[in-house]
């Protein structure tokens, strides 16, 4: 059917199906039943129906190579694909629905939790079954046939649609943010958000429509505009100078608008900023897998706290720790920087021989050695152990209280970023970038043209553990209090998400990274349970659809480009050639006249 | 002792990979200002001898003399500092650098900008940047116009493969080096290439003062560069001097031709 061979719909269509089943398993549908995103109708959890669906058609009706050639599936291709996949899965996941009541609901929810009669009740529209199967169908088939039509639209259609629907679902979600600022900046938000709930009707409709036409101007010309735009930001300094302070004034009065709930999720991001801009010197710079980077965050947290006068947690009371100082956070910050970057010359040494899986495994257990010895009895005179510390410094200046209130500690956290954003910049368009780069790229060969790979990983290794100290310095003073239930390994995973999401080697990408990992689930509270479902989710996707990263670094999607030519295929051609030559060369006594070539 | 003229100077090498000997008891100079071809059949120890002077391998026996320093166990950065540059026989450049970027690599080991010069952007680091870009540009140039211009800002990889193989030279030429050893600089060149490129090796020399050390398997190029040959077999030398000598040698036309059918 439209160039795309059956089995391969149904097998779309039961995926479709049985990722449906998962969602309900998980309890995604109960947990979003009444997030309402526009008006009363459209709620999350009823996105969520049609979302299976939408994806397994958009899937499925891909281009596809067949000998050598490339087929696109036409528009009415794809709106019967979309419709008979859609169908297929949302038969599956209603045949599921309907054992599930034969069964009973309450025998399969004591294995599978999530499985409720409210469930039910929902994915049946409160008609229960089989009375409510057949919208349930009708909506995955419309799903299917949504997910055809996006893959199979002329640009011109599909692409503005898309933005508008996006937009909608992205402001639905944000429902508690917009409103703030708009109250904040002195406007109305009542036309565009139900009071408690997400967008009317009307401000639904507004907002697809400027999204799309954002979206139709963007691309206009068959996106001659774009490239206009790109080239003129890209290439003007006056225009980089531009977009740059903008940024940066939106970056310093956000916490303003957003007020203090949200300016402590902000301050989070932060950290995690930090975290990143360190984690992409050693990861996206040099190349070295470091999965053991919580080290680093919890060394700077710990030594903050030791320097700048916190106590011990103990069973009796406060104690004061084995060592200690009582020194101004803005002088230990830098003690806490100098000694981290000794410890990763530390951490660096035994692991410099490594390579690939073998630094990530061993770096890893670096890692949680860290964090085990956070937690043990052993460190307790020192650090607190179990019990931690408590009392680390507010670090206040000037009237500004970083620990208590979010909003001070957001500007202290963006001071931070922004002095570690500086350097990495300044780094990675430096001859030591350059040396990094060389190493990244082939290690020996760096080598062999007279760079010291021993002496710039570990430069790596130092600077990488130098910031992310700072974060762990930060954390701690904005939550006063230390546990080693902080410093786990999730730590490090969460760090290197960030770094993924956001595209290796770029520190525009840290930030977007850290505000799609850590500023989404924060601000969106429902979805803190699923945290670690999102950041699977976004990672398999990013792999998949956009390997390079959210805002790539130039040369990293270089690498990733289908057309390059690797060493490796060179190298092949390379020796076939010069065999080839080599077969014809030892001529009668080796001489061959040069006559034969000029 | 040995008279300070050579440039390097191997005595007695051997390196070994389990029980095969890839090179045994090679003993040869290079004098300064000198092109110097190896040859041999596949096999024979040319590259094994490449990666042994320039420490990418440690030899098992015997010594390597540079300007008359002992440069056996430094790590190849450091052969790379006191003088020695390289290609390798399948080109490897850093594909996803640009080809301007390529070149000021070779630079690194002659410049000095640290963390805080590169952050602070200090004048002298600067400057050093400018030299840096300068010289990396005019190793460039050594090739004509085939890798300067509009080129110098693509990706290493957009290059055509005889441009990768001028590129690494280009890199090599960079390091600001007293020996460049080449190792088959024309393999998979066609013929024009391939001359062009014979009179580039003999440029290095003339132009830029340099002494050359060759493997090569075209026996064209071999015969129009050189000043004098060194022919390997089985990791030992097996003759040495002027191009005729060797080609001539019966010891040369076996290794290559294989052993006269008796009778």
Known sequence: MGGVPTRSIVRAGLFGGAGAIYVALVGLYTKFADLELVGEQVTLGRVLIVAPAFVAAYAVTRPRVVAGERHSVDLRGGLAVGALSGLVGAGLFAAALWFADWFGVDRIREVFVAITEPLVDFLTFDKGVP???????????????????????????????????????????????????????????????????????????????????????????????????????????????????????????????????????LGSVMIYVLLGLGLNIVVGYAGLLDLGYVAFFAFGAYTTGLLTGAFLNTTTGAATPALSADLNFYVAVWIVALLAAGVGLLIGAPVLRLRGDYLAIVTLGLGEIVSVITASKWAQPLIGGP??????????????????????????????????????????????????????????????????????????????????????????????????ASFEITVSITALAVVILGGLGSIPGVLVGALVLIGLPGLLREFEEYRALIYGGALVAIMILRPQGLI???????????????QDAWATAAGARSEAVAAVLPGGGLGVEQEDLE | MSAPEHLLELTDVAKHFGGLYALSGLSFQVDPGEIVSVIGPNG????????????????????????????????????????????????????????????????????????????????????????????????????????????????????????????????????????????????????????????????????????????????????????????????????????????????????????????
């Open chain 1, 552 to 566: 790539p670094n130039v040369r990293r999607s270089r690498e990733l480009e289908d057309e390059e030519v690797t």
């Open chain 1, 387 to 484: 019990q931690g510390m408590r009392g680390v410094t507010k670090a206040e200046v000037l009237g500004l209280n970083f620990q208590d209130n979010p909003q001070h500690f957001y500007y202290l956290a963006l001071a931070f970023v922004l002095l570690a954003a500086f350097v990495s910049w300044r780094l990675s368009t430096s001859r030591i970038g350059r040396a990094w780069n060389a190493m990244r790229e082939d290690e020996q060969v760096a080598d062999a043209m007279g760079i010291s790979t021993t002496k710039f990983k570990l430069l790596a290794f130092a600077l990488g553990g130098a910031i992310g100290s700072l974060g762990g310095a930060l954390f701690a003073v904005s939550i006063g209090s230390l546990t080693p």
């Open chain 2, 44 to 263: 024979a120890g040319k590259s094994t001898m490449f990666n042994v002077v320039t420490g990418l391998y440690g030899p098992d026996d015997g010594g390597i003399r540079f300007r008359g320093a002992d440069i056996v166990g430094l790590a190849p950065n450091q052969v790379t500092k006191l003088g020695i540059a390289r290609t390798f026989q399948t080109v490897h450049l850093f594909p996803n650098m640009t080809i301007l970027e390529n070149a000021m690599v070779g630079q690194h080991c002659r410049t000095r900008s640290g963390v805080f010069g590169s952050v602070l952007g200090l004048p002298g680091t600067r400057r050093e940047e400018q030299r840096i870009r300068e010289r990396a540009r005019e190793s460039l140039g050594f090739f004509g116009s085939r890798l300067v211009g509009y080129r110098e800002e693509q990706p290493a990889s957009a290059l055509s493969y005889a441009n990768r193989r001028r590129l690494e030279m280009a890199r090599a030429l960079a390091t600001d080096p007293a020996l460049v050893m080449l190792d088959e600089p024309t393999a998979g060149m066609n013929p024009r290439e391939t001359l062009e490129l014979r009179d580039h090796i003999v440029r290095m020399r003339d132009e830029l003062g340099l002494t050359v050390l060759v493997i090569e398997h075209d026996m064209r190029v071999v015969k129009g560069v050189s000043d004098r040959v060194v022919a390997l077999d089985y990791g030992r030398k097996i003759a040495e001097g002027s191009y005729e000598e060797v080609a001539n040698d019966p010891q040369v036309i076996e290794a290559y031709l294989g052993t006269k059918a008796v009778g």
């Open chain 1, 131 to 265: 009375a409510g199967l057949p919208l349930l169908i009708v909506l995955c088939a419309a799903g299917g046939v949504v997910g055809g039509f996006v893959r199979t639209a002329p640009a011109a259609i599909r692409r503005p649609a898309s933005a508008g629907v996006l937009a909608v679902i992205l402001l639905g979600l944000l429902q508690r943010i917009i409103p703030i600022v708009f109250v904040q900046l002195g406007f109305e938000a009542d036309w565009l958000y139900e009071r408690g709930a997400g967008l009317t009707w009307f401000g639904g409709l507004i907002v697809f429509v400027v999204a799309a036409a954002a979206n139709a101007l963007w691309n206009q010309d068959g996106g001659r505009t774009r490239e206009r735009v790109r080239r003129n930001v890209g290439q003007a300094p006056a225009a980089k100078v531009g977009l740059f302070v903008a940024i940066l004034a939106i970056l310093t009065i956000l916490p303003l608008l957003l007020g203090t709930a949200i300016s402590e999720v």
